[in-house]
């Protein structure tokens, strides 16, 4: 989960480089570096650390005007972030080939042997430099470098981009991919290569996905696909649909606060043109399924990770109550390989912002191998889920930058909700047991308020925000929920473990009493997530009863509650109201004061809130 730039064409490549890199350093940042091709042949720099550091080592030793080059920012897998282990690596005695990767080599360790024992040197400990060295030899043999290339990435087991620039051709950036995205920007005498079109969106909204098993060899005036069997390709374009300033700052203090911000737009982004004033639900991207394959779909298993997967939580339970229709969810990696039960019947649906996760890629690939249709709920155009699903539903977000997701999130629990008045629609028509036509209706005209609502969350945020800053020397929060706060409690403590460094547990609240409860002690903060008090069957007295078990026993509650809920503030030290809604809804609201919570408390600390430790953006590795 590195990210990829290269490019050529008439302009500063070292711009165009570090441009991209910028955009892209949300996938890694523990390294960075870029190699180009001037008149006096290859150059290199690279450096551990933020793409900053890279920045003073070029300002320190600069490089020549260049019109050819490739850029890396890293996620370190092999070897630690050091200088050495950052990317490019060259490749050969006379180091005129330069590779950049993403993803890992599975078989390094023996192609490593086998240079080792034809005497290469190796500088650094990645499994990519073998790559190098692999390619600059098998170029000196076949005196052919598209040739060498594929001969090489054909031997590499594992997920891979790879883009190489050989001294010897410097007119071409030649680029593989297996199992790792890559996209290629297409420009007028210039083209760009990326692992995602923010690579390139300021220079051209013109994008071709590659796909699996392909290579790229790309000039300023050609783009040449081929497989790597040799098979020429038909490059298919499409256009970006956000541009370079949807992926800016904007003005905010950091992405994460800009795209908090984003969401009344990512929620009303991703009804447009689904959802209508009536409250019916229109999903034309489905329209591969027919209502007869809805209609005998009997289990709908939900694929994810992280955050993601809370957004399926939330799903399920909609899902379940308007469809009728058992849903499981699952965490990808775990799904793939304990040998679940699917069926031709099955419905996957996978969830996943980036779509390029690669334990969500693995366990859709062999959910499809076992016949099961595969629905993608996706936010990234081109993605390799949104390319191997049957079905897309595409979320609206825009560009996700900061490294915690906040905009994808309330985007993907918006279509899952449409999702389930969906099938409950179809199912229906297909006379199958399922919520009525008219209660479907009004449910949907309900959806159509919350962007409004989100917007209303947002203004009245200023408390959450102060209780961040105060709480920055807490050890740890607990987060209570029940029904679809419990997802959302899972998400607030996921949101501050990664954001603030701190222990943090989201509980279902009915199962404190059954061991968490012993981790209560004076002084304890705990957020819950207070449901609805209109709904007849509502879980309201269950959660006021837990919060009074908890406050018994020393805890310092926050409640996230619905406007109007009287009650709840005798039994809690702060309440953060939400608007009203449909209680089935409410997870769209009450998430949004505790991104707020962890953004403020990580800033309290001083931390870096795009980019925090340990983490990338995209992971797309096992
Ligand atoms: O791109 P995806 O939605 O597949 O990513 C899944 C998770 O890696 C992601 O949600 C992660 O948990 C976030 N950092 C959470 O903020």
Request: net charge negative.
């Amino acid at each position: 989960m590195c990210g990829i730039v290269g490019y050529v064409g008439p302009k500063s490549t070292l711009e165009v480089l570090l441009g991209g890199l910028k955009r892209l350093e949300y996938r890694g940042y523990d390294s960075a570096g870029v190699s180009v091709i001037s008149g006096t042949g290859l150059e290199t720099r690279k450096k551990a650390g933020k793409l900053d550091n890279l920045v003073n080592e070029i300002t320190n030793h600069p490089l020549s005007e260049a019109h050819i080059g490739i850029g890396h920012t890293r996620w370190a897998t092999h070897g630690a972030p050091t200088d050495g282990n950052a990317h490019p690596h060259l490749g050969g005695p006379t180091a005129k080939l330069s590779l950049i990767h993403n993803g890992i080599i599975e078989n390094f360790s023996e192609l490593k042997a086998e240079l080792l024992a034809a005497g290469t040197k190796f500088a650094s400990e990645t499994d990519s430099e073998v790559a190098a060295h692999l390619v600059a030899a098998e170029f000196e043999k076949t005196g052919d470098l598209p040739t060498a290339f594929v001969n090489v990435v054909k031997r590499l087991h594992g997920a891979f981009t790879i883009l190489v620039i050989h001294e010897d051709q410097p007119d071409v950036v030649l680029a593989a991919r297996r199992n790792a995205p890559l996209v290629i920007g297409v420009g007028d005498g210039e083209n760009f290569l990326g692992s995602d079109v923010a690579a390139f969106v300021e220079h051209t909204k013109r994008a071709i996905s590659v796909g699996q098993d392909e290579i790229v060899i790309l000039r300023a005036n050609e783009i040449e696909i081929r497989t790597f069997e040799g098979a020429p390709v038909a490059p298919v374009e499409f256009e970006v649909s956000w541009d370079a300033s949807a992926a800016s700052k904007g003005g905010w203090s950091s992405f994460m606060a800009k795209e908090i911000a984003d969401q009344p737009q990512a929620v009303a982004d991703t009804l447009m043109g689904r959802l209508e004033s009536d409250g019916s639900v229109r999903l034309s991207e489905i329209d591969g399924l027919s209502t007869e394959d809805i209609k005998n779909i009997d289990r709908i298993v939900m694929v994810a990770c992280g955050t993601a997967a809370y957004a399926c939580d939330v799903a399920k339970y909609a899902i379940e109550k308007f469809a009728r229709i058992p849903v499981q969810v699952e965490l990808s990696h775990e799904f793939r390989y304990r040998d679940p039960i699917i069926t031709k019947n099955t419905l996957i649906v996978a969830v996943s912002q980036s779509g390029e996760t690669m334990d969500t890629l693995m366990a859709t690939r062999y959910a499809k191998e076992q016949g099961a249709k595969v629905l993608a709920i996706c936010n990234t155009q081109g993605a390799t889920l949104a390319r191997e699903s049957d079905a897309v539903i595409y979320t609206h977000a825009g560009p996700e930058v900061a490294v915690a997701s906040t905009k994808a999130l309330v985007a993907q629990i918006t279509a899952g909700y449409l999702l389930a008045l969906f099938l409950a629609s179809e199912r229906l028509a297909a006379g199958c047991d399922a919520t009525d036509e008219a209660t479907l209706r009004k449910l949907g005209q309900e959806l159509l308020k919350m962007p409004a609502r989100v917007t209303n969350v947002l203004e009245g945020l200023n408390e959450v925000r102060a209780l961040g800053k105060e709480m920055a020397n807490a050890k740890s929060v607990l987060f209570l929920g029940r029904n679809v706060g419990f997802p959302v409690a899972m998400e607030g403590a996921l949101k501050l473990k990664e954001l603030a460094y701190i222990h943090a547990e989201g509980f279902a609240a009915g199962e404190l009493k059954h061991g968490p409860i012993a981790l209560i002690e004076e002084g304890q903060p705990v957020i819950v997530i207070v449901p609805s008090p209109r709904d007849h069957d509502s879980l309201h007295p269950k959660v006021i009863s837990n919060i009074q078990e908890i406050r018994a026993r020393g805890a310092k509650v926050i409640a996230i509650a619905e406007a109007g809920d009287k009650e709840v503030a005798n039994f809690a030290e702060h309440v953060i109201y939400v608007p009203q809604c449909e209680n089935i809804f409410s997870s769209i609201l009450t998430v949004i004061p505790l991104q707020v919570f962890a953004l403020e408390l990580s800033g309290a600390k001083g931390l870096d809130v795009d980019q925090p430790r340990n983490l990338a953006k995209s992971v797309t590795v096992e």
